[in-house]
């Protein structure tokens, strides 16, 4: 029998937990003969007036681990679907869309807000593949600050607080979002990397917060290498999943 680390154990967790939500969801729309005055309660005070989903490959209530925010209490919402396909990618999982349970705005906000943070990171995947206006309108009604973690390949859509864009050379970022980006986020998978993430640099604006971060995969061998380089070129901050280090989601 196979043995589960407490990660794997609380990612099952998740998992479990939005197909049941989903299914909810399924078995509420099969019985529209009974109005569900409980629902229509919750979307009044949510302010949602439609039914708009989501793919949600996972969500939960964890403490940042990277960047700027590293270490501050937050509500991740991972959602599904990706065309971007970098092959060191650590959740491929969340690449197809539709192997994910559709959620309703009212029901993802709803799960957000009953945690005590108003800190909402919408990830993925790639996020920007959906649009995003319904979904940051209602986190912004229940106080949220709202951040997004995106690989910049497609438009930007919602309101959003603080944006970190992590290019990729599989798919590049469109151009005025590198303008627009709060923190530019270089993972490092080969030394060769160092030079296009200099090149991405110079795209950004003056306050953007320069960040570079091995592959974790490459962590061990790079890591030495790029604290040399931070040190040599000090605009550069040096950031690490610290999450896994704490062995949290």
């Not at 078995?27 to 009044?44: A, F, G, P, R, Y």
Request: aromatic fraction near 10%; charge should be neutral.
């Amino acid at each position: 029998m196979h043995s589960f680390c407490a990660v794997e154990f609380a990612h099952l967790h998740r998992i479990i937990h939005f197909l049941t939500l989903n299914y909810e969801t399924k078995m509420q729309t099969l019985s529209s003969s009974k109005i569900d005055e409980s629902s229509i309660s919750m979307k009044k005070t949510l302010g949602v007036s439609s039914d708009t989903t989501l793919p949600v490959m996972e969500a939960f209530y964890t403490l940042q681990g990277e960047g700027v925010f590293a270490g501050h209490a937050a509500y991740f919402i991972r959602l599904g679907g990706c065309d971007v396909g970098c092959f060191w990618c650590d959740v491929k999982e969340s690449w197809d869309k539709e192997a994910h349970p559709q959620l309703s705005i009212s029901q993802i906000v709803k799960e957000a807000s009953s945690f005590p943070a108003r800190l909402a990171i919408i990830t993925g995947g790639e996020p920007l593949m959906h649009n995003l206006n319904e979904l940051t309108e209602e986190l912004k009604k229940e106080g949220f600050r709202i951040h997004i973690e995106t690989s910049g390949a497609h438009p930007l859509s919602g309101t959003l607080d603080w944006i970190t864009l992590s290019p990729k050379r599989f798919k590049k970022p469109l151009k005025d979002i590198y303008q627009k980006s709060h923190e530019l986020k270089m993972v490092i998978y080969a030394l060769s990397d160092l030079e296009w993430a200099q090149t991405e640099a110079k795209k950004v604006s003056d306050s953007c917060v320069l960040l570079i971060q091995p592959e974790w995969s490459k962590s061990e061998k790079n890591l030495p290498i790029l604290i040399e380089f931070v040190k040599e070129n000090p605009r550069w901050k040096l950031s690490l999943q610290t999450h896994k280090f704490m062995n949290i989601p």
